[in-house]
């Protein structure tokens, strides 16, 4: 291997393998012995772990994540998409997010995209759900729950209010789990602030399409989960499908239907789909190919790992690879830095391989489960141990303290139950007042010109959420009556569960 002078390293994607890669690249290569540049949409690295703590209010949004240009002063940060590889020609596209795209040179790849929410073709999926994998997902669910209990408590139609007060998930993974639990104990405590409002109003669901949750832990602590979650009055649907969710109407495999204001969709990933535009080796799910010493198999200066590779996993048989989780994504990216480093040096380079530890989920406050190197806790110790854990594990002494403060307010006052959805359409009374025909009642999302069409923008306080893009002309003179009719505030709770821009 020779660059002639110091090679260029492109990591793709700046998550948990590429934040992690870089920063120990930056920390351990010597002046010019290569640069860095690192390829990501956002500017911060997600630490996705707390984003149910983050949707439940307890964490302050921006501490659960990693502002990329603070941690990587060694690299070059460049914001955008890749689009497409061409490792051949050692040439990425780039999209980014103003102006056209551009081909960025390197000498050797890191590729860790991560992967996306995987779904099905469900009618009224796409219109109706929203996924959580990211801080707007997790921030958005924050201002639907607060904002439909705000809707349901000056409600006067029985059924809209039902409706707005119906949570569906779907996915019984630990991350549809903990946003689930931490959501619903986040509303409940918030009910004692609407006399109108008792939580046995709320009706909250899970539906799994197999026999168990949280396939990470032991199957008794998955059914002990169940009958946690089941105390709390929480539906817990095991062995059912989603037919379909065509307007919120939610149909299930079962034969139940009902109305659901909200739907989350936390059934699995799948690797990024950026992959297939690149002349990489994937194997038959869409991962790329990754030997134990996590290059990409048989390429030479390519690098994987992460939810988007195949990584052989050493301490099981044959065939097997690694699950994707954090747990195996930040070590991975620090064997990556070394095995990377080795290579540059000529020194030799080793195999990646960690016997998974268990898994820790948080169910609420003070709630949880735990398994650990075949220890089982439940309840307050599993939390605190959860709590340790991942405060251990979250990027730079900088979060690590945002968090403990936090925390440490938490203890001492309650939770905030304010929804600031206006946010996602922040321009939408200026729009309304600056139209040349000032009308005098807000806009609502129920009676944009395509409601569930549109992209929509979570519900603020009074329903002034609009269901236009931001930056649009606004849709003037045509507002409606102050007083909401059934219809349309049924048609604004069907509005509320479409995915946010980000
Ligand atoms: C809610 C939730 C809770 C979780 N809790 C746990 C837990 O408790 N324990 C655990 O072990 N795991 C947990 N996980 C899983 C864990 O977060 C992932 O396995 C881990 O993030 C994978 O790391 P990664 O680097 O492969 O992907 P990511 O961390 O997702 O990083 C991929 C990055 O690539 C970027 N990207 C995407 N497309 C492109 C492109 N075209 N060009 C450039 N960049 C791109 C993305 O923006 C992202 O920043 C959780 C996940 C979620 C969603």
Known sequence: MGYGQAPHILIVGGGYVGMYTALRLQRKLDGDEATISVVEPNSYMTYQPFLPEAAAGNLEPRHVVVPLRKVLKGCRVISGHVVAVSHEQRTASVQPPLGETFDLKYDILVICPGSVARTLPIPGLAEQGIGFKSAAEAIYLRNQVISRLDAAASATDSAVRRRALTFLFIGGGYAGIEALAELEDMARDACSYYPDLEPADMRWVLVEATGRILP???????????????????????????????????????GERFEAGTVVWTAGVKPNPMLARTDLPLDDRGR????????????????????????????????????????????????????????????????????????????????????????RLRGWPAWLMHRTYHLSRVPTVNRKARVVADWTLALFFRREIVSLGSFADPRAEFRRVASPEPATAPERPAEAPDSRAAPAAPAAIGGSAAGSTAGEAAPTGSNPPVTPTPAAAAAEANSQAAQPRS
Not at 228 to 245: A, Y
Not at 288 to 314: E, I, M, N, S, Y
Request: glycine content about 10%; charged content about 20%.
């Open 288 to 375: 790329l190919r990754a030997t134990a010493f996590l290059q990409v198999d048989g390429v030479a200066d390519a690098w994987t790992a992460g939810d988007c590779a195949a990584v052989p996993d050493l301490t099981k048989g044959e065939g097997a690879t690694t699950a994707p989780s954090a747990q195996h994504a930040v070590r991975q990216a620090r064997r990556l830095a070394g095995n990377l480093l080795a290579e540059l040096r000529h020194e030799p380079i080793r195999p990646y391989e960690h016997s998974y530890a268990g898994s820790v989920a948080s169910l609420g406050l003070h709630k949880g489960v735990a398994e650990v190197y075949g220890v």
């Open 216 to 254: 990470e832990v032991s199957p008794a602590m998955g059914l002990y989960t169940v009958k946690q979650l089941e105390h709390r009055g929480i539906q817990v649907k095991l062995n059912t499908r989603v037919e379909s969710l065509l307007d919120g109407h939610v149909v299930l495999g079962d």
